[in-house]
């Protein structure tokens, strides 16, 4: 093997000695213009807007499909439910309501009512 596969450094020090030659990005080298700087951060400001618009559109995409999501599963649990429930021939009818009270004992409570007059509204003697 070489001195060149044993050192780790090896290619760190052969990069370094081509770096005068090789141009460095621009987020590694401060600058100092005033002009610059307004001119990036103006472009990081458009960037984050942009970010923030998609974000919401992404937000709002989730919750529309989160709800499409709760509407499908609710349909498909009362087609579920449907499905299961018994035909309806299969049920009993209701128990009929019980019949009304004959006439004749209305008639004999009404009679009874006339025949029999309060005492309360005679003069007393």
């Known amino acids: 093997m070489t001195a060149a596969h044993t050192d780790p450094f090896a290619w760190w020090q052969q990069w370094m000695k081509q770096a005068p030659s090789l141009p ?4 590694a080298v401060p600058t100092l213009d005033l002009d610059e700087l307004d001119r990036r951060i103006r472009e990081y400001r458009t960037v984050e807007g942009w970010l923030q618009m998609n974000l ?3 937000q ?5 499909l989160e709800m499409q999501r709760a509407a499908v599963a609710a349909w498909q649990e009362m087609n579920q439910n449907w499905q299961q429930a018994p035909a309806p021939e299969a049920t009993a009818p209701p128990p009929p309501p019980p019949p009304p009270p004959p006439k004749q004992q209305r008639h004999k409570r009404l009679t009874r009512a006339i025949r029999k007059p309060r005492r309360f509204l005679t003069p007393s003697s």
């Not at 709002?60 to 529309?64: A, D, E, F, L």
């Open 24 to 27: 460095l990005p621009g987020f």
């Open 56 to 58: 919401s559109s992404v």
């Open 60 to 64: 709002m995409m989730r919750q529309s």
